[in-house]
């Protein structure tokens, strides 16, 4: 499925929390847009009831450049994304000059006189409500909005005369006075209740439950499910739990993939495939499969992080993934869809490079299964399809030999075998077309009897590879030549990784 998260899962729910938090930050940019211009009419009322329509065209200027401001940090925050640092920065500035043009609007409606800390109180309700945070960021960011008030008065009274006489009239410092009071109480109270806000969120993470799971967090989604970190309450530990979407949104074909996933892979035992604790349905019908939680990268994130991967460590990811597929194929089990996505690098205590196979989703019990013709559904990754399957022809285990061999192709050369654009040609690619020797994509000599094995997983007839994963396992295992990939290394590439990969999270069956 993809499901991936930070490097720990504290991380990952801080990522989740990024998301959320620049979702809210894109709503209130687009309220403020919609919202902002209509107050140009309160202005000139305002300015018309104290006698100054003189100042109109300067208070409609300033209305024009705040909304200009608006429009651009929504667009930032829509289609750039920005990181958590700039998002805080982003909160600051947009407050500041929130304030700083509320400010400029109100000093010659009166000066220290005017009502211009009531738009302070409305930017600060404003962002109680729609960007619930911790109750220091709220604080401060609101406190920098109102500071720009007497900031902007003390500016204006160097080239105000009417404005520096008003430090001198005590009627006017009491309201300046009792504004700023109020304000800072508003700001008070403000803060709190965002901060109330912020905490309720949080809860409602620790708070929905399944059964015996406690739902944590949600790390990834599909088609048909969404994946959770969630608490084994009974036994005190975290796990991966899928959880169906709603049965009533989904066809019978879907409702019995996620069931054939749960009893394929909880029928296999070998320590290289995903472990299934439980699978079942909760009192109101939600089903869901209970896994192991993974804390690693899978092939395709492990490539995109370290580039072609040497044949020696190929050759232990690709020996483990042949374990898995063995006992699969010795049960009658296809698993249909291997590809990078599916085999997940993790560590079992202090042995790391251990590899899991994962989803089972579209697997069948039993040599073949639907073919192309017979439901007009093609199975599997268009970049990792064996022909026979791209032709409209059942599956067997030769077909997974022939993926098998695409991911080693993938995991050698850091390319798949047909990068095509569409995925027409990708099809047709694996119908009639032999790729590159991998030495000959990679530009440097391999192994020779690595490549051989690769080359031969990839024949287009499946009667010309290898019969079963065991002969490719022993092929793989009498390749000499290919070096060492101790546990050593495995254990100096992981930890020298650690602090600048982002690492997944992940369970999937």
């Keep these: 499925m993809g499901e991936s998260a930070g490097h720990t899962l504290v991380s990952t729910r801080r ?22 211009p209509p107050f140009a009419i309160v202005d000139a009322l305002g300015a018309k009831l104290a006698g100054r329509p003189d100042v109109i065209p300067m208070l409609i200027s300033v209305r024009a450049l705040a909304f200009i401001v608006a429009l651009f940090v929504y667009a930032t925050i829509r289609w750039s994304r920005p990181t958590a640092r700039a998002l805080v920065i982003l909160d600051y500035l947009v407050f500041v000059l929130s304030g700083f043009f509320v400010s400029i609007i109100s000093v010659p409606l009166g000066g220290l006189a005017s009502r211009g800390f009531v738009g302070i109180l409305l930017v600060a309700v404003t962002r109680a409500s729609l960007m619930p945070s911790h109750w220091r960021r709220a604080a401060t960011v609101t406190l920098a909005c109102a500071a720009t008030w ?37 700001i008070a109270i403000c803060s709190a209740g965002s901060h109330m806000l912020w905490a309720a969120r949080q809860q409602v993470h620790e708070a929905r439950r399944l059964g015996n799971y406690r739902l944590k967090m949600r790390i990834g989604g599909g088609g048909n499910g969404d994946v959770w970190v969630a608490r084994q309450d009974p036994l005190g530990r975290d796990v991966a739990l899928k959880v169906l979407k709603d049965r009533g949104q989904l066809d019978e074909e879907k ?46 994130a492990l490539v995109e992080v370290a580039g072609a991967l040497p044949p020696a460590r190929v050759i232990k990811l690709a020996r483990q993934a042949c374990a898995s597929l063995l006992e699969a194929h010795s049960a009658g089990i296809v698993h249909r869809d291997i590809k990078p996505g599916n085999f997940f690098v993790t560590h079992v205590g202090e042995d790391y490079d251990f590899l899991k196979l994962l989803d089972f989703g579209v697997a069948h019990v039993g040599e073949g299964g639907p073919s192309l013709t017979d439901s007009g559904i093609l199975f599997g990754t268009p970049a990792y399809m064996p022909p026979e399957v791209c032709s409209g022809e059942r599956a067997s285990t030769r077909s997974d030999l022939y ?29 009639s077309r032999m790729p590159d020797l991998p030495s000959a994509r990679l530009g440097k000599p391999l192994p020779q009897r690595l490549e051989k094995a690769v080359m ?23 390749c000499e030549d290919a070096g060492q990939w101790t ?19 992940r369970g999937a069956a």
């Design 255 to 300: 409702i019995r993939r996620f069931e054939r996933e749960a009893r394929a892979a909880a029928s296999l035992r070998h320590p290289n495939t995903i472990r299934i604790i439980e699978f079942g349905a909760s009192d109101d019908g939600v089903l869901f499969i209970a896994m192991e939680l993974l804390d690693g990268l899978d092939i395709d």
């Design 403 to 431: 993926s098998l061999g695409a991911v080693i192709y993938f995991m050698l050369t850091g390319t798949p075998l047909f990068p095509d654009k569409t995925f027409a040609e990708t099809v047709m690619s694996h119908i």
């Design 487 to 505: 546990r050593e290394d495995a254990q100096a590439f992981w930890r020298g990784a650690r602090p600048s990969v982002t690492m997944r999270v």
């Design 15 to 36: 990522e989740q929390q990024l998301e959320e938090h620049r979702r809210a930050f894109e709503r209130l940019m687009l309220i403020g847009c919609i919202a902002w």
């Design 150 to 186: 007497p900031a902007t008065l003390a500016l204006a009274s160097l080239r105000m005369p009417e404005v520096r006489a008003q430090w001198s009239s005590s009627t006017a410092l009491g309201d300046f006075a009792y504004g700023m009071l109020f304000t800072l109480g508003a």
């Design 456 to 478: 031969r997983c990839l024949e287009k007839r499946r009667q010309d590879r290898y019969r079963s994963v065991s002969e490719l396992d022993a092929e793989l295992a009498a």
